[in-house]
């Protein structure tokens, strides 16, 4: 394995291949790419760091050198208060946006009725079930041609109504199960808390 990174010791930072040449114009760096003779830089082998545990951060220190050979070097310490907060506040808003997200999918993913009859429930499709009711109504329509998620189907008005408000019970159970959502997202304490929290779960149609 060759070495990967080029500390620079007076500096005590890693810098690029580029800021070593553009350090030094008058030297004619040839190619492939080596470091100018000065005590200045070394190469640094890569070492992969460790996973931190919840409530700590991983922390670069400068490399370490034993016979002659420098290597990446890594802490793991504790978040402090303000450090532990902010993760914890990054964490709940991302599960608040996940489960909006979920609650959306869920909402216009379609429900099934009795006897196996899809009906797709996006936005469009709820409108356009409005629509067929106010207008068959205004014209003394009894019955209407239906196109479902599953296939074609002649209903009465009354059926097409039940269908609205078995579209409309889907709707508000998924913003029911949204708001439970979020309420108990605002309500966990700690990080591991937040980490296992399943934004997955409790959703109409799962049966939970």
């Not at 291949?17 to 492939?32: K, L, N």
């Not at 790419?33 to 082998?45: I, K």
């Not at 951060?57 to 016979?67: G, N």
Request: glycine share 6%; proline share 8%; charged share 15%.
């Amino acid at each position: 394995m060759e070495p990967t990174f080029i500390w620079c010791i007076p500096d005590q930072r890693y810098v690029t291949v580029a800021e070593v040449i553009a350090a030094h114009p008058q030297i004619s760096f040839p190619i492939p790419f080596e470091l100018p003779p000065s005590p200045h830089y070394v190469w640094v082998y890569e070492v992969l760091p460790p996973v931190p545990a919840e409530g700590h951060r991983l922390v670069a220190l400068p490399p370490v050198t034993q016979d002659g050979v420098w290597s990446q070097a890594w802490a793991v310490e504790p978040l402090n208060e303000q450090e532990l907060a902010d993760a914890m506040q990054a964490l709940r808003t991302q599960l608040l946006q996940a489960v909006t997200a979920r609650r959306w999918e869920v909402e216009t993913g379609g429900i099934t009725l009795p006897g196996g009859v899809q009906i797709a429930t996006t936005t469009q499709d709820q409108n356009r079930i409005a629509t067929v009711i106010s207008t068959a109504a205004l014209g003394g329509v009894e019955t209407v041609e239906f196109k479902a998620a599953s296939g074609w189907a002649t209903l009465t008005l009354d059926q097409v109504r039940g269908i609205a408000a078995a579209i409309a019970i889907h709707v508000q159970a998924c913003f029911a199960s949204e708001r439970a959502h979020h309420t108990a997202i605002d309500g966990l304490q700690t990080l591991q808390e937040l980490q296992m929290y399943n934004v997955a779960a409790g959703w109409p149609g799962q049966g939970a």
